[in-house]
């Protein structure tokens, strides 16, 4: 079975700065892979996604993520964030054999300050 | 755009009261979810179904069940609420067209049981 981990529960950055948040999943082939975004009280909506081609895959609202094979990991990163991208941040991988259930990651919340 | 809706965004219930949740979904998805989300746990999935009257357990089935009686709605039920069911339930919904993984969430039902 597949598994995702997202090593940073918190993360704060100062608004304009970058932002880097890091994905590791385990899985024995290529999963595929998404980032969703939570703002408070809200579901989750989709950011970005890969399943196959080009490892650096460009999203919504100026996000993007790069697939590392020989690191199992998809790290999501934006260069300038916005106080509105203050939010609950989920990774999420599924198989190609399992049938489209995704598993997540416990989630990185992003606090931004002024 | 997909568009998934919960019946509730906070319901507060008793222990022991058999408690619904509905999901309806409006882009004719074979796949329909129930997660719970708890901090520190990501989203953990309690029962999927492709189809209408089918159903199968994720990993944290105890305590639920489900119904799907349309294409279009899916339901979770609570035979008898408990205290540790307190959580936010989110339902999703995708396609089973062997292209398309990714997931559409409702806003998320919070639901307390006191």
């Known amino acids: 079975a597949q598994s995702v981990t997202q090593p940073d529960i918190h993360i704060t950055v100062s608004e304009g700065a970058s932002l880097e948040l890091r994905c590791n999943y385990s899985?024995?082939?290529?999963?595929?892979l998404f980032w969703y975004v939570q703002s408070p009280g809200q579901g989750l909506q989709l950011l970005l996604k890969?399943?196959?081609?080009?490892?650096l895959v460009q999203g919504i609202k100026g996000f993007e993520a790069e697939f590392k094979r020989s690191q199992s990991s998809f790290n999501l990163r934006k260069p300038s964030v916005h106080w509105s991208d203050a939010a609950e941040y989920f990774c999420?991988?599924?198989?190609?054999?399992?049938?489209?259930?995704?598993?997540f990651g416990a989630g990185t919340t992003v606090t931004v300050r002024a | 755009d997909v568009k998934v809706t919960q019946s509730s965004r906070y319901l507060v219930k008793r222990t022991g009261e058999k408690v619904f949740l509905e999901c309806v979904q409006d882009?004719?998805?074979?796949?329909m979810f129930w997660y719970r989300q708890d901090p520190g746990l990501g989203l953990r999935l309690i029962y999927f179904?492709?189809?209408?009257?089918?159903?199968e357990k994720g990993d944290i089935p105890e305590g639920y069940s489900v119904s799907r009686e349309k294409k279009e709605r899916f339901s979770l039920i609570l035979e008898s609420a408990s205290t540790n069911q307190t959580s936010m339930y989110l339902c999703?919904?995708?396609?089973?067209?062997?292209?398309?993984?990714?997931?559409?969430f409702g806003p998320g039902t919070r639901l307390t049981v006191t």
């Open positions: 999420a991988v599924g198989a190609w054999s399992n049938d489209y259930k995704l598993s």
């Open positions: 890969y399943f196959s081609g080009d490892t």
């Open positions: 179904s492709y189809d209408v009257k089918m159903k």
């Open positions: 899985y024995g082939a290529t999963p595929y």
């Open positions: 882009m004719d998805h074979e796949n």
């Open positions: 999703a919904s995708s396609l089973n067209d062997g292209r398309s993984y990714e997931q559409y």
